[in-house]
């Protein structure tokens, strides 16, 4: 298994400003998923982060809005930027871990950011 | 990506079994059947994985047709711990995952 964190745990930002999330992983993967979970809804996906390479975001998701970093094979960070009270929701992140089955993804314990 | 359909919502009394029952009419030759269990405030948990047949482990069984056009996902006995909503998904190996709406089942006492 894998073991994730997640920093901040939650957080209150004002409109306008910007928040990096930091993902880390206690091994090495390569791929690292970001997603958005608002308040009751399911999970949708932001975009895929492999180390050594650009994100490649989903549609309605851009990189001016998400800029992901992915500096290694145990750390990344997802920047909600020029937050919007629409940004409000959970930010997860998982990883995808080949070593029991062929598609088992672990996440963390989720970012809460509340944008007044 | 195959799309899942599965119940909104459930409900069951501790000691029941449950099945949730998920339809992937369109599920490829290479996809495989997942499912996800998240409790509030938390990311989702990997529960259990299946190609065909019957695949059971410590805390489920998975249960797919030959067709694989549906699969049932069992939960023995259950508890008011395993209150929870239930993600159905079919993935292609080393690939992204896509969350369908899930079901929300409610244990009660």
């Known amino acids: 298994s894998a073991v994730i964190s997640q920093k901040p745990s939650r957080d209150i930002c004002q409109r306008g400003t910007s928040l990096t999330i930091q993902c880390q992983v206690d091994s090495q993967v390569t791929m690292m998923f970001w997603y958005r979970q608002q308040p009751g809804q399911s999970l949708t996906l932001i975009a895929t982060?492999?180390?050594?390479?650009?994100?490649?975001?989903e549609s309605g998701f851009v990189i001016d809005k998400f800029p992901i970093s992915r500096p290694n094979l145990t750390f990344s960070t997802l920047t909600v930027s020029n937050m919007s009270p629409e940004d409000s929701s959970i930010y997860l992140c998982s990883v995808e871990h080949g070593g029991m089955g062929l598609n088992e993804q672990y996440f963390g314990p989720g970012t809460r950011l509340t944008v007044t | 990506l195959a799309k899942t359909t599965q119940p909104i919502s459930m409900d069951s009394y501790e000691g029941q079994e449950v099945n949730i029952t998920c339809s992937h009419n369109n599920i490829a030759t290479n996809d495989y059947i997942t499912w996800y269990q998240q409790f509030p405030s938390q990311g989702p948990r990997f529960i259990i994985q299946?190609?065909?047949t019957k695949v059971t482990n410590e805390v489920a069984s998975l249960f797919i047709p030959a067709d694989r056009k549906s699969s049932t996902l069992s939960l023995p006995r259950v508890s008011l711990s395993d209150t929870a909503v239930y993600y159905c998904l079919v993935v292609l190996s080393a690939s992204k995952i896509i969350f369908g709406s899930g079901t929300r089942l409610s244990i009660r006492p």
């Open positions: 982060a492999n180390q050594g390479s650009e994100a490649t975001y």
């Open positions: 299946g190609y065909k």
